[in-house]
């Protein structure tokens, strides 16, 4: 199970991701956390040191390893310079595992109270103004195209800020389902109708929580402009207002009708059911949008050719399972 923590910059993603890990984690739950957002502050959110935080190496700021890894022996993919966000797996591609022993985990995971967590990084000074935060959002994508997980498994993500994983880079279609977080103003609303309509051509379940709600009329207001998609609302919380402050505390001290939002999100999106194929239906069609709209005349090749019509996710856990 993947899920996406989303909204407008602000509203509240990386409180709500960090809280629904750390739930999971409290029921013995395997979790995988990766921070996409590159205002990195969900590690400080799971009660991550600040110097462990600093140390750890991140996905798109020291990406060489991940590169290498998931190009493995696939003879579509010529060298690590022409991996994009939308890269296809094929035969041959080195493959992560959520359960399996990889030198990415090794590399790049950290790990706290149950909690697995990595980040994709942010720009240092000698990039600010030259480099596109799609540097680092991108190297997610190529991780999670390579990234084998079953039921049972979470992977939570919290993702940059308004509609751009849904638009430009298709992100969101790597997760089944996604938590759109929103604020009782229309400006958060506002990346909803955004978000909805991106993701609807690719049957993308969005479930919107409500949070900073604190009274009736924020939650009607929030209610009328969302409608059936509003699964809960997070109110006034002391829990969050002193862990913005660096007093940590468990989850379990979390007030219990917030509590009950978590609950709520894990009961909403626990049974969803992959469908491997339309995963890579998908990401193929947002590969071919890459490739014709500005990849193909940047790395002076034609991308498409990447694709291998022999591969798909299905047959690899077949043949795992015949394996095992």
């Avoid at 996409?36 to 700021?61: C, T, V």
């Avoid at 207002?241 to 709520?264: C, D, H, M, S």
């Amino acid at each position: 199970m993947r899920i996406a923590f989303c909204g407008k910059g602000g509203s509240g993603k990386s409180t709500m991701a960090s809280l629904t890990a750390r739930m999971l984690a409290s029921k013995q739950a395997p979790i995988l956390v990766v921070d996409g957002n590159i205002n990195q502050h969900l590690g400080e959110a799971l009660g991550f040191g600040e110097d462990a935080i600093e140390s750890q190496p991140k996905l798109g700021m020291d990406s060489g390893l991940l590169f290498e890894t998931v190009r493995g022996t696939n003879p579509r993919i010529p060298s690590v310079d022409y991996l994009t966000e939308s890269t296809p797996a094929g035969n041959g591609s080195g493959f992560i595992h959520f359960d399996q022993p990889s030198p990415i985990y090794d590399h790049y995971q950290i790990e706290k109270d149950g909690v697995r967590f990595m980040a994709v990084g942010s720009h240092e000074e000698a990039e600010v103004g030259t480099t596109c935060f799609h540097k680092f959002t991108g190297v997610f994508g190529i991780f999670l195209n390579h990234f084998i997980d079953q039921d049972g498994q979470y992977l939570i993500g919290d993702m940059c800020a308004g509609a751009d994983p849904f638009a430009s880079s298709g992100l969101a279609t790597r997760f089944d389902a996604v938590v759109l977080v929103v604020e009782p103003t229309l400006k958060s609303t506002g990346v909803y109708d955004q978000c909805k309509k991106y993701a609807e051509p690719y049957g993308t379940k969005i479930f919107v929580v409500g949070n900073k709600v604190e009274n009736e009329a924020d939650e009607a207001f929030i209610r009328e402009k969302i409608g059936d998609d509003l699964i809960a609302c997070f109110g006034k919380s002391e829990y969050v207002r002193n862990l913005e402050k660096g007093i940590f505390a468990p989850i379990a001290e979390l007030e219990p009708e917030n509590a009950a939002v978590i609950e709520t999100i894990l009961e909403r999106t626990s049974g969803i059911q992959r469908d491997w194929a339309k995963y890579q239906e998908n990401g193929l069609k947002f590969h071919k949008q890459a490739a014709e709209s500005w990849a193909n005349a940047m790395y002076g090749a034609d991308l498409m050719e990447q694709y291998d019509p022999e591969f798909s996710y299905e047959s690899l856990l077949t043949d795992q399972k015949k394996a095992a």
